[in-house]
T-cell receptor, first 112, second 114 residues
Framework: GESVGLHLPTLSVQEGDNSIINCAYSNSASDYFIWYKQESGKGPQFIIDIRSNMDKRQGQRVTVLLNKTVKHLSLQIAATQPGDSAVYFCAENPDNTDKLIFGTGTRLQVFP | DTGVSQDPRHKITKRGQNVTFRCDPISEHNRLYWYRQTLGQGPEFLTYFQNEAQLEKSRLLSDRFSAERPKGSFSTLEIQRTEQGDSAMYLC????????????FGPGTRLTVL
């Protein structure tokens, strides 16, 4: 299948450890943010989202943190598993448009 | 309805040929988006529809590209006179109306122009 993100920043973690993936977004007018996971040969898969009126949101094993002051978004994955290995993208939605703008992805590699 | 589907999954064509891709969104979603993704990059927005109306087009969408959603359900993306630079993954996504909602992506159509 297609290999996504051949030259992307890579985060390598041991199975069971926590992972933190960071993203800097560009538009201070963005009011909605999404994290997607993309496995090789597949389309992006929704993980978690957050609106600009929040600074933290938790899902199952995942937490998203939003710092609007420095335009920074992070995704925390607890107890990382081999199935979490993929490329992760953050995406922002400026409030004056209906398109998502994707950031540079990060490849997460989980080793035993 | 199990999600967004796209057809074909892979397309190989010769430079100068026309190609057409189809996207079937989640049935209750009235917004449909097309994105393009090249190797090592995040998806780039091309265009989107609300029902049958095409509301926004990216500058990336040259005049060789046309998208339609005639009945407000499935959509087609046509590329005329393909060029090698058109080689990419073409992704379709759908969502409920209004910004600030999750876009659900399909598996994509991988286009290779020889």
């Amino acid at each position: 299948g297609e290999s996504v993100g051949l030259h992307l920043p890579t985060l390598s973690v041991q199975e069971g450890d926590n992972s933190i993936i960071n993203c800097a977004y560009s538009n201070s007018a963005s009011d909605y943010f999404i994290w997607y996971k993309q496995e090789s040969g597949k389309g992006p898969q929704f993980i978690i989202d957050i609106r600009s009126n929040m600074d933290k949101r938790q899902g199952q094993r995942v937490t998203v943190l939003l710092n609007k002051t420095v335009k920074h978004l992070s995704l925390q994955i607890a107890a990382t598993q081999p199935g979490d290995s993929a490329v992760y993208f953050c995406a922002e939605n400026p409030d004056n448009t209906d398109k998502l703008i994707f950031g540079t992805g990060t490849r997460l590699q989980v080793f035993p | 309805d199990t999600g967004v589907s796209q057809d074909p999954r892979h397309k190989i064509t010769k430079r100068g040929q026309n190609v057409t891709f189809r996207c079937d969104p989640i049935s209750e979603h009235n917004r449909l988006y097309w994105y393009r993704q090249t190797l090592g990059q995040g998806p780039e927005f091309l265009t989107y529809f609300q029902n049958e109306a095409q509301l926004e087009k990216s500058r990336l969408l040259s005049d060789r590209f046309s998208a339609e959603r005639p009945k407000g359900s499935f959509s087609t993306l046509e590329i005329q006179r393909t060029e090698q630079g058109d080689s990419a993954m073409y992704l379709c996504a759908s969502s409920l109306a209004a910004s600030g909602t999750v876009r659900v992506f399909g598996p994509g159509t991988r286009l290779t122009v020889l």
